[in-house]
């Protein structure tokens, strides 16, 4: 009786201890449901960051400025032609002209005049007086000047297009602004154009001495009207103080291909290249005076100012070298050149030449990717 209670408890407890064990090994080998598979895979599918903003700083070399067409000192005399003994001839310092005998004075003085005068005791050298009428041209030039580099901004967008395991590909578009100021106040030197007339006093005749101003109505020493003209050029003889100032905005879109290569997981290389389109708005001014100090002439202080506004299209082509810090976030430096003509400007027969034909920019900045 005993027993078979017994056994009445036992097989009971068996059965539920093998249920309960069978369900557990049918858990465990039980696939996770298809909702959380879908939801890890969804997490591991990170999308490509495509788009690139960049800001970085620029600064500018070998931009340059030529100044042209400067000094210029106009005859201040006219000597009148080579030849003839009766014409009016004016110099810097004298004069020959026709008196009330038209230039007749008898037999054996013909073509001389005692309207004649000379200003400097110089002039009287042996037994001719010799007058000079001197200029400059306005052709003296100051080149390649350059104030040091110069500093500017750009903010960029580059968008990729195909991707590769060891190379990228993509387009650019930038905006940049570069100011500059370039200054020069050299003292320059030019050439003078100088007419030398010599008059022989004819026999007997003593001039009188400097300075002295003969006149029209006479009497007075009779010189000859008639020169002995010689024409020289005068090397580096009209100096020319003063300065010249060429200060410009000049803003500059670029738009074109790059190709990157990473080179490890943190570097990689951009080289880039396209279209430059500038804008420059000069303004130029100048500040001169010239003196011919050997004839103690000097022109008065002219000055002269104005703008000009010129588009150029040129080219670049560049590279950069990037760290990624994040997978959003990179700094780059890298180095341009940039090709895009001269920027003319000419105020009251002077020139400025703003020379961006040759610029190399050397440029650090930060990205974002997104």
């Not at 990228?168 to 100088?194: H, K």
């Amino acid at each position: 009786m005993k027993n078979h209670s017994l056994r009445q408890c036992i097989i009971p407890s068996m059965v539920f201890v093998a249920q309960l064990s069978w369900a557990q090994t049918s858990t465990t080998n039980v696939p996770a449901p298809a909702e959380s598979s879908r939801a890890a895979t969804l997490e591991s599918a990170v999308p490509l960051a495509r788009n690139r903003i960049s800001v970085s700083y620029r600064m500018g070399l070998n931009i340059t400025a030529d100044f042209k067409r400067l000094g210029g000192f106009a005859a201040l005399s006219d000597p009148g032609p080579a030849t003839g003994g009766a014409e009016t001839r004016n110099y810097d310092d004298g004069y020959n002209r026709v008196d009330i005998s038209g230039n007749n004075h008898g037999p054996g003085f013909e073509n001389t005049t005692w309207y004649w005068g000379y200003q400097n005791s110089g002039s009287l050298q042996g037994n001719n007086i010799v007058l000079n009428s001197s200029s400059s041209p306005a052709n003296a030039v100051s080149k390649n000047r350059d104030d040091g580099p110069e500093h500017g901004v750009e903010i960029s967008y580059s968008r990729e297009l195909y991707r590769e395991k060891k190379w990228r590909f993509g387009l650019e578009a930038a905006l940049g602004y570069t100011p500059l100021s370039i200054s020069d106040g050299r003292t320059l030197m030019n050439r003078v154009d100088r007419i030398t007339d010599s008059f022989v006093l004819p026999s007997g005749v003593v001039a009188p001495p400097a300075p002295y101003n003969g006149t029209f109505q006479g009497p007075g020493a009779v010189i000859s009207s008639t020169p002995v003209r010689n024409t020289t050029v005068v090397s580096q003889t009209a100096t020319i103080t003063g300065e010249r100032n060429l200060d410009a905005d000049v803003f500059a879109i670029r738009l074109g291909p790059y190709v990157e290569v990473p080179l490890s997981e943190k570097f990689s290389l951009i080289f880039n290249g396209g279209l430059a389109l500038v804008v420059g708005h000069t303004d130029f001014s100048f500040r001169e005076t010239v003196t011919i100090a050997d004839a103690g002439l000097v022109t008065p202080l002219r000055s002269d100012s104005g703008t000009q506004t010129d588009f150029l299209v040129g080219g670049y082509v560049g590279a950069n070298l990037a760290y990624a810090l994040t997978k959003e976030v990179s700094l780059f430096s890298g180095v341009q050149f940039q090709a895009a003509g001269r920027s003319v400007n000419r105020e009251a027969g002077k020139v400025s030449i703003l020379n961006l034909g040759e610029s190399v920019i050397v440029s650090f900045g930060v990205s974002y990717s997104f």
